[in-house]
């Protein structure tokens, strides 16, 4: 299964329907599996900031299949690779940035930035679901 | 007038819908008057070169508050500017970037890549049009 | 299809087999449609200057599902995409870069650098179609 | 001595080899003592992310000539150089880039990424070795 611009677009509604919720205006960006921008909305009022952010945040966790503060476990004060944050043009190793998965694959990833980064993985795990579930409806 | 995500997303949807219609899937990207991301969808079937492209085209346009092909004049060979297009990260003078205006004044800026040029500036100038008549409806 | 590790290695060492019967030592980069590199080989005596080549010209390749030559036509003088070559970090607009395709469907792109420009595009055809016969022998 | 295309080949076998053993798909770059690339292969599986990791260990030791590992030393916190690891474009200071010596003498690095550090290091420290001894069995 490949990210269709109908998914991705179904992913960014969702993500976009929880930061309403809670109250907070963000940036989602959406890449596929192959670490490519599929989809984009800065809702009104998110931070300019955000736009790095989020699209760094999905980067981060299509580059390395895994919610982007995983990487964080690798790079901390003491964890055996010092400067991985520094590699593939800078990583955001915080939450934010989760993958999105079919039948055990990945099809890319979702990053949401503007609000704290609860907010935002909450946002983005949101949004994964919506990508997971629509499959099983149909 | 400032650029919301509802017009952002209008002008996308204005050029989906003109790309469908011209059989050419492309990637569109929308900027705010401060050059800066609101919007983006790759079709699916457009080729992965125009994501860069379609950023350009319309950073170019934001940037000098014109159609992007308008810089080559500025720029082809025998002009006064010899070497413009490597300012600022590298512009793609030529045409798919549209200013989105607003009375009289600049609101952000379109690109358009995937088709031929002339396609591309013909889905971007439905693009845009979309952005500028809709008001006038409401 | 994808592109796996094994065919990487059988497109390079086809592109090999073709310098060494020509007589120029080349570079050899292999990118999956991801436009990710997955295999490369520099042949002794292949000048310095060919690993950026060969890379650029695979990338220019995969980026536009074309030979790399063909993207030439659309930003020469007078034609109607001037300042093409400098998006996506830098294209390398002549002979030498391949598309891989299977089934209609493109899998990456090899490109070659080392010789006169119709060598590297003799060796990246025959790496090329190394791709595309094998799975016909099976 | 230099480091030939035949023996480049040989470091990346050795790596695969031993990561097959060990059963974590990895991507190995090997760079010659100019700190050129001159051999690349992704193993089926490998994160994305491991690209620019493995070609930042190779390029680690072969600036430093030096095992990665070693130039944590000088940048980590209450190190004399704190930020040495943003210089050269950016190093991965962590282990899996082992330099490439014969007789005394610096020919190249090789650098492996996909697995735990500590597993990177056992890979790349038998693509070395594979280096080392074969001109001994000749």
């Given at each position: 299964m490949s990210l269709t611009a109908d998914r991705a677009r179904a992913v960014i509604a969702a993500?976009?329907?929880?930061?309403w919720e809670i109250g907070v205006p963000v940036v989602?960006?959406?890449?596929d599996a192959g670490v490519?921008?599929?989809a984009f909305a800065r809702m009104d009022g998110a931070p300019?900031?955000?736009?790095d952010i989020a699209l760094k945040k999905a980067r981060t966790s299509a580059l390395f299949r895994a919610p982007s503060e995983a990487v964080w476990e690798y790079c901390?004060?003491?964890a055996p690779a010092p400067g991985l944050e520094l590699t593939n043009g800078?990583?955001?190793?915080?939450g934010g940035g989760v993958p999105l998965e079919a039948g055990g694959e990945?099809?890319?990833a979702v990053g949401v930035s503007g609000g704290a980064?609860?907010?935002?993985l909450e946002i983005a795990k949101a949004a994964a679901a919506a990508f997971h579930f629509e499959p099983e409806r149909a």
């Open positions: 993500a976009e329907t929880k930061a989602v960006a959406v890449l490519h921008l599929k300019l900031a955000s736009i901390k004060p003491g800078g990583l955001a190793p915080f990945l099809v890319g980064v609860a907010q935002d």
